[in-house]
């Protein structure tokens, strides 16, 4: 489904679904939530994140996206996937299954939570950004380091939790793979479909044709060290690359 983009104004004056989103990166947080409305066909609309907008702080809460608002509910990246389930049940992301339910809360937040892999990414490649190492360039890198709790140590441990997630998530999809399944839990989409498919940007976005994202965001997201290219199994931008194709919308509109 396809959404439009609206002013900081506009966004706080109507009602329904709006949704304070990231622009000019295809973070993953964002586009997960776009793709999860999209699945769901919940109509919405955008607004871009503007750093220096009291207003849009006052409304959204904080300085950070996504960030959806629904009349007068406020929901982050995690309670996006409950308020759509609520909005539109069908097709729902979520198993029936109460274990399989269980295990769609704890990939997605391995994949999208605090010390998850979308998280230690960006603690990598603010550690990078700050060595002079690749990475974000060093001004966006000292913004990022001081709202998302940066250390020095915790950006040298960053690489190898990254790894460790990547190839945890490889593993699952060729267990899966040979049972017969092309997604992550059981035998339909589910919410971790879409968080794993938004997050592999970080690591290999998608071609400028599909996602015109900034240059230096590309060359900063394209930055890897051989331990995570080494990681980087094919089936992960094989399901990438899937999920897009048959349930996510494309070009991003970022």
């Keep these: 489904m396809t959404f439009q983009y609206v002013s900081v104004d506009e966004a706080i004056k109507r009602s329904g679904v709006r949704m304070v989103v990231v622009g000019g990166v295809p973070s993953p947080w964002g586009e997960a939530a776009k793709g999860i409305l999209h699945v769901k066909n919940i109509e919405w609309v955008a607004v871009r994140l503007v750093y220096d ?3 849009l702080m006052e409304w959204a809460g904080q300085r950070s996206g996504p960030i959806l608002m629904y009349n007068d509910e406020r929901a982050g990246w995690g309670e996006i996937l409950l308020l759509s389930e609520r909005l ?3 097709p729902s992301l979520l198993p029936k299954d109460a274990a399989d339910r269980a295990f769609v809360f704890g990939l997605a937040h391995e994949i999208c939570g605090e010390q998850g892999l979308a998280w230690s990414r960006r603690l990598q490649l603010i550690h990078a950004g700050l060595n002079n190492e690749g990475g974000f360039p060093e001004r966006v890198s000292r913004y990022l380091s ?4 940066y250390s020095p ?3 040298a441990n960053s690489g190898s939790r990254v790894a460790d997630l990547l190839r945890m998530l490889a593993s699952r999809l060729k267990e899966q793979r040979q049972a017969g399944s092309r997604y992550y839990i059981g035998d339909a989409l589910t919410a971790v479909d879409i968080y794993s498919a938004t997050t592999m940007a970080m690591f290999v976005p998608l071609p400028p044709e599909q996602c015109q994202m900034d240059g230096p965001a590309r060359a900063a997201f394209e930055s890897r060290d051989p331990h995570i290219e080494a990681a980087l199994d094919p089936i ?7 999920i897009f ?6 070009p991003l509109s970022l």
Excluded: C, I, T, W
């Design 153 to 155: 140590e915790a950006g």
């Design 146 to 149: 001081k709202k998302y709790g």
């Design 236 to 242: 992960l931008f094989q399901h990438r690359d899937m």
């Design 53 to 55: 907008s009291e207003p």
């Design 245 to 250: 194709a048959e349930r996510l919308e494309l």
């Design 88 to 90: 539109a049940p069908n």
